[in-house]
């Protein structure tokens, strides 16, 4: 899709099959294709991502260390309303808002449980996916973002991208911890008894992109052919092989 | 209400106005309040619990470190249908679902949202309002659960009661971290950019429930009129103190 009424969603292009590898960006993704909203991809290497933000009125969503405002991707424009947003929850409400007939990504009474979510996912997941997932993710950039990649991610860490999780006793730690967060999140959907695949039942909310999105990042980034994405889909009965099957349909890319 | 078929609620006595004083029970006599079911409430000391669980038939809620079985309340025992239960959240799920013409507590499309939502709340707020509110606690509890209280949160902590948050640094920090938490869920109920007072909006959930839970522990065990409980009044300009306002109907003892 190329007409130019058509909403650009601003992502960071990488090496893996269809070029989009991003947990964030994917989760905007997954949402625009979930509602079947027409968009366009705009490919933005790592060193040019705060001055597309600012050139197209997307506002920083945090500050870094130094006091300085952190532009981050995704992003989107859209022309129909002349608006541009950065930050996965917030386009997310924005979509909900602006195109009432397609499907609801966050119904409003559950705003606050999704805002609950994040916080647990954050706590449970991120934090020991990261090191693990950070140094395979420089790898299949392009030059200029690898370069910015590394060197940001390793002042973050104070070690070298090769020091992440080295294979051994604290990787498998690593693995390990990802794979209880998983296994937490399997207990809430099942906490009443019932074996729901998405938060709210049958039909997909936010909180299963945001899943989709950190869970899409292994499967692309790893390889789907990899050992390691192997032992995920076997996590918790296959429940999150089943669950990414779902999504498989929202997971294309419009360029 | 002195009825025989009414639900019998297990619950703990202290020395605070109308004796309940438990932030757990709460979480069950809110609900039960909340729902307008008539209850008696049968109080049981520390040291009497497992026992008068074991006799009910409500099961052990988890493992203690020496892998024997752990008996917590609150626990009810509903004649009506000769079912014995254990745990807030899983009473919660039964109420609902053999009462359905009451008021909802987990709607069940927000049933795996609640779970995550108590996960939260489980690392923002609970680890360290512990600390804080142990103390107070213990010395308003009968003699018998006075001394079980304090030998086994003591031996939990590794220190004695007075040694858990003295006037101080590492007491004010503590404070800073339970303020921060409120202001946290603060920013889950704010997210869309309405003010919601409550997770779905008008109407009273059990993740609200929840929250009232531990807030009144605060106010009946620090007191209503203390500087404490004064300064958590005023936290996120305000909102708690509407918040629990909303919750004074539901705030009494069947006893």
Same mark, same amino acid.
């Given at each position: 899709m190329s007409s130019s009424n058509v909403i650009l969603l601003y992502d960071i292009p990488g090496n893996v099959a269809g070029k989009a590898w991003s947990p964030n960006t994917w989760k905007t993704r997954y949402a625009l294709n979930y509602k079947g909203l027409p968009y366009k991809t705009i490919w933005v290497e790592y060193p040019d991502i705060a001055q597309v933000c600012k050139e197209i009125g997307a506002t920083p969503t945090s500050t870094k260390e130094d006091g300085s405002p952190y532009f981050t991707l995704p992003a989107i424009y859209d022309p129909s309303t002349n608006t541009a947003l950065s930050e996965s929850a917030r386009i997310a409400r924005y979509l909900d808002k602006t195109y009432p !007939? #397609? =499907? &609801?990504?966050?119904p409003p009474e559950t705003d606050a449980f999704h805002a609950a979510f994040q916080e647990a996912l954050q706590r449970l997941v991120l934090q020991n996916i990261s090191p693990l997932m950070l140094p395979p993710t420089c790898l299949q950039l392009n030059p200029p973002s690898y370069v910015y990649f590394r060197e940001t991610r390793e002042r973050m860490y104070g070690k070298k991208l090769e020091e992440? #999780? =080295? &294979? !051994?006793p604290i990787r498998d730690e690593h693995w390990q911890k990802v794979q209880d967060g998983y296994s937490r999140m399997s207990s809430w959907l099942t906490a009443d008894g019932k074996d729901k695949l998405f938060f709210m039942g049958d039909k997909i909310c936010y909180a299963d992109i945001s899943i989709a999105g950190w869970t899409v990042w292994m499967k692309l980034v790893l390889g789907p052919d990899s050992a390691e994405w192997a032992a995920i889909k076997a996590w918790d009965g296959g429940r999150w092989s089943r669950f990414m099957e779902h999504f498989e349909k929202y997971e294309f890319v419009d360029e």
């Open positions: !007939g #397609t =499907p &609801v990504l966050i992440f #999780t =080295p &294979v !051994g």
